[in-house]
């Protein structure tokens, strides 16, 4: 943006401050993002304890919470406290996003069961899990701001990339807490599942509550931004942020731009990588539960660097290119890469060892809609030579009418597959890939759209089309991609379908209208 | 490039009606397939989440059409 005479520049902070700002600023947002995806990765049992299937209200409830608070309320948030941002400052109004979503997360783990206190268990979460996409909607935008406030203008992607690796170590935080908690409550690893469910379930929602004090007290004793202070001390500062940001047209078609040549690819990317994968594993491959969160995790590990890398590299060669070519990368190759999930998870070509195969039991349950017809089902556990241990569920249906019986096949499905190592490896591979791609498009994009609008409303500015594109198109990817499997039942990858085309576009877009240069000065 | 960029904006501008027409037609059969509250709600979350973004496609291709992004603001005091 606009050059000052230097005697009015803020001077870039110094590095041992910088390192102060990026780690207070990360902290409380991978604490947010933490309190966020607990509730997603425990969405079932979460949903056992609050939403009964048998209570049609209470049900209807779960949606809400499910839909509401990841797609609605986040672009709310974003106006709310972006607006805040730019009218009060940045220190003060992500310090309100850390508390309410820290409380909120807290007070989730505390409200009684369904069983308990009935209608007002699933209505209160609903409620919380309100605030939490609130608190989201208003965190991010600051923390990037702020950060890329008080950075030096040759390392501003750089900088800003520390912030971006927080969201996905939020989520490697949660799969890690949840994994650990499940095992730790008892000896023996069925009792403590069976209390993990039970109550154990509640430990990671309370667990937040000690980060939060934490992140409290360090963001309690940084300084406002430096940007927004001059901005404060001369009277500048945006008397009507929201009427500035999207009232007035210069403005408006930057917002639109950001949406829909960078954040909308970079969500649905995000989103497939990180979360359609894992519930592709778990729901289309029956990939283990244990293991198809450490597949995920592992992957974390080996990517995350690459966000620091692409957001440094993005400083030299520009931000549009690394995001577009991971964007472009991403949708040619997902076909490919989630067919080799596909591959790598069937039991075809593998050998079994007969010896060691052992039943799991029988029983016969009712077809939904039926009081007379049934299937019957037959478990095994199977062993095969390279290490692997699937369950074989045979399934009979038991027909009344003789004519429908005469034609059944029986059907063999297998699930709870443990993979072998070898397999096992190279899903971990491909699902680096996938979050390589991810580092891609999210590296460098806070220091882009930091660049993209001036101080004094900066914080309304890039939180909306953040929030649109990672929250409503990018949260809605595992849904839409569900949906679209259930659609088109005998193509298992139509679900990529969604991602694809909406990358595609804002490929399009980004490609031809988004400028590749990197703004020297964002003090006006 | 100009050209090309104001040529697409027409693109854009159709591709928003487009998007609505296909969304509402989707919800419409998927909602008659299983009409029950749930499936009601899902699907008209989608629709009045994705009506505002796709009328703000057709403001983006209008936008881009008048030449709007021919030149992109390299400072604040363009904006």
């Known amino acids: 943006m606009l050059k000052e005479p230097a005697s009015h520049m803020t001077q870039p902070s110094q590095s041992k401050t910088i390192w102060q700002v990026i780690a207070a600023s990360s902290v409380g947002t991978l604490i947010e993002w933490y309190d966020f995806y607990i509730f997603g990765s425990l969405a079932t049992v979460i949903a056992e304890q609050f939403f009964p299937k048998t209570n049609p209200t209470a049900a209807l409830l779960s949606t809400l919470a499910t839909f509401a608070a990841g797609f609605i309320v986040r672009p709310f948030g974003a106006l709310v406290f972006g607006r805040l941002g730019d009218l009060i400052g940045r220190k003060y109004t992500f310090l309100l996003t850390l508390i309410l979503m820290g409380g909120s997360t807290f007070a989730i783990g505390l409200v009684p069961g369904y069983a308990t206190i009935g209608f007002a268990a699933p209505l209160l979460v609903l409620l919380l899990r309100l605030l939490q996409g609130l608190a989201l909607g208003g965190e991010y935008g600051g923390a990037a701001t702020y950060v890329a406030e008080h950075a030096p203008p040759h390392r501003r992607g750089y900088y800003t990339s520390w912030i971006q690796t927080t969201a996905t170590l939020g989520l490697f935080i949660s799969l890690g807490v949840i994994l650990l908690t499940r095992r730790s409550l008892a000896p023996d690893l069925e009792t403590s599942i069976q209390r993990f469910n039970d109550w154990g379930w509640r430990i990671p929602f309370w667990a937040s509550i000690l980060l939060v004090i934490v992140s409290i007290y360090i963001r309690l004793r940084m300084n406002e931004s430096p940007l927004f202070a001059k901005l404060k001390s001369e009277g500048k500062v945006s008397v009507n942020p929201l009427k500035e940001s999207f009232g007035h047209k210069t403005n408006l078609k930057m917002v639109l731009l950001a949406l829909f040549g960078a954040t909308m690819g970079q969500g649905v990317v995000w989103y497939t990588g990180q979360f359609y994968a894992q519930s592709f594993l778990e729901t289309v491959c029956h990939v283990d539960f244990d293991q198809s969160r450490t597949i995920i995790i592992w992957a974390i590990l080996f990517a995350t660097p690459f966000f620091v890398v692409f957001g440094g590299w993005s400083d030299k060669i520009g931000r549009k290119w690394i995001m577009l070519i991971g964007m472009l990368l991403a949708i040619c190759s997902y076909q490919y890469i989630f067919k080799q999930f596909l591959n790598l998870t069937q039991p075809a070509g593998k050998t079994e060892l007969t010896e060691q195969r052992r039943s799991l039991g029988e029983k016969t349950i009712l077809l939904p809609k039926s009081k007379t017809d049934s299937i019957h089902l037959r478990t095994w556990e199977v062993h095969y030579t390279d290490g692997a241990v699937f369950h074989e569920v045979k399934q009979d249906t038991l027909w009344t009418d003789p004519a429908r019986a005469a034609i059944t096949k029986t059907a063999t499905v297998y699930n709870e597959k443990k993979l072998d190592t070898a397999a096992y490896r190279k899903i971990v591979m491909w699902m680096f890939v996938l979050i390589l791609y991810v580092t891609m498009v999210y590296g460098p994009i806070a220091a882009f759209l930091v660049e993209l609008f001036p101080t004094r409303i900066r914080y309304t500015s890039m939180s909306l089309p953040y929030h649109i594109g990672n929250g409503v198109f990018g949260g809605l990817t595992p849904f839409i991609a569900t949906l679209l499997t259930t659609i088109y039942v005998s193509d298992k990858l139509s679900g990529l379908w969604y991602t694809i085309i909406i990358g595609a576009v804002c490929f399009f877009i980004g490609a031809v209208y988004i400028s590749n240069r990197v703004d020297p000065d964002v003090n006006d | ?79």
Not at chain 2, 11 to 22: R, T
Not at chain 2, 45 to 61: M, N, S, W
């Open chain 2, 1 to 79: 490039m100009n050209q090309l960029k104001k040529w697409l904006g027409i693109v854009w501008m159709l591709l928003g009606p487009v998007a609505i027409y296909y969304l509402i037609k989707t919800a419409a059969a998927e909602i008659s397939k299983n009409p029950v509250t749930n499936t009601i709600i899902q699907w008209a979350v989608f629709v009045i989440i994705f009506i505002p973004i796709a009328i703000g496609l057709i403001i983006f291709g209008y936008y881009a059409f008048k030449g709007e992004y021919d030149r992109l603001p390299e400072n604040s005091t363009e904006i």
